[in-house]
């Protein structure tokens, strides 16, 4: 039998992905096949084939960070999964195929009748969303929070998870996202036109409790200026590692990570010496399941649940069939996308 998947021929813009057909691959012993019904479609996609993201494997290498699948084949040794069961999973590359082989440990099992796009959204964006605001930030109702990329994947996820936390929001944005931030919750802040620091104190006055910013370098040391005294600010990428100096095909973002994370340790250091008890925080989904698996198999499943009693409803900005792969990705590397892309099964 044989199947599409997309692959990263060279680090470098979107003319470095191909659609390849081959020979559905086996389960090995241990692993599962899954037959992915949908895969998101993210920005450490885009940095992984820019050869930016800490991640990134060896080329040629198939992206996709997260999958929502079906349980087709098992391989010898497998027991406990059923063929047709419904399963999530966060392999970090590999997702963009339509038939994926996966080692059983990896998958968490989905309740039948969710939305495939819906569903695997969950796996990066809300979970990221979720660990940062109930273990790196342990908000409490009441508190304030400024959200960085409010209108974003994981944005959008953090703005639904907030509500559902009591929090009072901000959230920075493109004009083109102030409604849907507005809509889900918060009070917008234009981060093209306004001094988000000012605006927070004018409207707070003495600052907020949590700051997400998925922004990076100098950014996350404005956001400490947007805090209350013992507030922290959880910093969780370098959109300006591709945004800033543009998509890439020589690979200088390589050079602006390393000075990234240089820069990301000196503000660690900083948010504990200097005066004022406002400190900034690491997050990384991927180190976190490595150091506590458990913590991330729980996580999904409230998020599922939280799905399933329509307690929360990711915003799909848009869904592309498989073959579209380089289209998608276009699309969210220009920006101003509201909400989450996700490939979908044809049919
Ligand atoms: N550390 C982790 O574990 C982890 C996990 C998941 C994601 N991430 C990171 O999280 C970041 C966001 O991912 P995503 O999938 O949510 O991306 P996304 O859907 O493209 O959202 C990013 C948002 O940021 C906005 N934005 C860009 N520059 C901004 C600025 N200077 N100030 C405020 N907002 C700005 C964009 O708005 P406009 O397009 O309208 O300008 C966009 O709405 C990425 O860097 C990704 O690598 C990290």
């Not at 409604?179 to 093209?192: E, R």
Request: proline residues 7%; aromatic residues 6%; hydrophobic residues 40%.
């Amino acid at each position: 039998m044989r199947h599409t998947r997309i692959i990263v021929t060279h680090y470098g813009g979107p003319d470095a992905l191909r659609v390849v057909e081959e020979e559905c691959p086996e389960p090995k012993a241990g692993e599962v096949r899954v037959r992915v019904l949908a895969t998101g479609v993210s920005l450490p996609d885009i940095m992984a084939r820019e050869g930016i993201h800490p991640e990134t494997p060896p080329v040629p290498f198939t992206p996709g960070w997260d999958l929502v699948g079906v349980v087709d084949r098992l391989g010898d040794g497998v027991s406990e999964i059923e063929l047709g069961q419904r399963v999530a999973a966060m392999p970090i590359h590999g997702a963009y195929a339509e038939f994926v082989c996966l080692p059983q440990r990896e998958l968490i099992p989905v309740p039948s009748g969710l939305d495939a796009a819906e569903s695997v959204s969950l796996v990066l964006n809300y979970i990221t969303a979720y660990q940062m605001m109930h273990r790196s930030a342990k908000v409490k109702p009441g508190q304030r929070a400024l959200i960085h990329g409010a209108a974003g994947g994981v944005g959008t996820a953090l703005l639904q998870l907030g509500c559902l936390a009591g929090l009072e929001m901000y959230g920075t944005c493109s004009p083109r996202g102030a409604q849907a931030v507005t809509d889900l919750g918060a009070i917008p802040i234009d981060y093209q036109h306004q001094d988000f620091v000012k605006e927070i104190h004018r409207l707070t006055s003495e600052g907020v409790d949590a700051v997400f910013d998925p922004i990076g370098l100098s950014h996350l040391w404005h956001s400490r200026k947007a805090l209350r005294p013992g507030g922290k600010v959880v910093g969780y990428d370098l959109i300006t590692s591709i945004r800033g100096e543009g998509l890439t095909s020589g690979r200088p973002g390589r050079r602006q990570r390393f000075r990234g994370t240089a820069i990301f340790g000196l503000y660690i250091a900083g948010g504990w010496l200097l005066p004022g008890r406002r400190r900034v925080v690491p997050y990384s989904i991927q180190t976190l399941k490595r150091l506590k698996p458990k913590w991330f198999r729980q996580d999904l499943i409230t998020l599922l649940d939280l799905l399933q009693q329509q307690k929360i409803k990711p915003l799909i900005a848009q869904r592309f069939p498989l073959a579209e792969a380089r289209h998608a990705q276009e699309l969210l590397g220009k920006g101003g996308v509201i909400g989450k892309i996700v490939l979908v099964r044809n049919g």
